[in-house]
DNA sequence: CTTGCTGCAAACAGTTTGCAGAACT
DNA sequence: AGTTCTGCAAACTGTTTGCAGCAAG
């Protein structure tokens, strides 16, 4: 599956006139192969890591470019910085954000999107995305 | 109700050892005379055409003690400013954001309020509060 | 060869902080 | 009087942009 969102990309890249390049491919590499709510600052240090000499602003750009070809989400946590995660088709969840440990608990709730689309319905509204974080205490720190 | 929240807001104030000022007692009231999800910015601005003189700092300051009085909600929508919005209790919406037009439809639905106490039960978590955010085009920009 | 891409640094926007003086209790 | 609060400016943080050189097509 990781080529076919190789695949995704380097067909949006076509279909956009934008070229492929070594940057592109590492940064797309790396960003899937992380699992969490990454930040750009994350990916970055795990970029450069491995591949020293590439830039914050490369980064930046590139992850806009994967959230415009429908390979990544931007999220906003309130954490003050922007985190992507893997956008994986036919597939959406939510999250449950603890505000004691910093933890995120994903879920999914088929009766949820659907009372989402009949709202929309009755204002008339056309969804394109969603998102719903639900905050609160996780069990471990509850007690 | 406006001396109902100046009321939450001064016994708030006295249980902190927090002090009444003039500051404090100005933005509050041009808050409770606003009614959309104003960033703070542009209660900034408001504060300072009647009242030259109060400072960014201190309306960024005095907005977050609302927020700790229970008096303001924070919300971040996508355009990289801190917004926040009354809070009435009892009373909870969440929100349909057009990406065309910056508009936003506030909707409130019990049903998903419900579902959401279920999810957040099922994994132990302790539910402080949630947001929800729809994004899409309205009926006007659809067309 | 042409044009888009990169890396760097500088610019930016929003927000926070340090501090001396002012204001509340 | 004692302490908190304010206003200002400077500091910070995350993100974007301008540009000269590099690289893909």
Redesign the pocket.
């Given at each position: 599956m990781i080529l076919e969102k190789k695949k995704t990309f380097n067909d949006f890249a076509a279909s956009k006139?934008?070229?492929?390049?070594?940057?592109?491919d590492i940064i797309l590499d790396i960003f899937l192969s992380t699992h969490e709510h990454i930040?750009?600052?994350e990916l970055y240090l795990k970029v450069k890591s491995s591949n020293p000499?590439?830039?914050?602003?490369?980064v930046?750009?590139?992850l806009?470019l994967f959230a415009e070809a429908g390979l990544a989400r931007e999220i906003l946590l309130h954490d003050?910085?922007?985190r992507y995660e893997h956008v994986v088709k036919g597939e959406h969840h939510d999250h449950l954000v603890c505000t004691g440990c910093n933890s995120i608990i994903e879920f999914e709730d088929e009766t949820i999107e659907k009372l989402q689309s009949e709202i929309a319905a009755r204002h008339g509204f056309l969804i394109n995305s969603h998102k719903m974080e639900i905050y609160g205490l996780c069990a471990n720190c509850r007690r």
């Open positions: 006139g934008l070229r492929s390049t070594r940057q592109r930040s750009v600052e000499g590439i830039g914050h602003a490369t930046y750009r590139t806009k003050g910085q922007t």
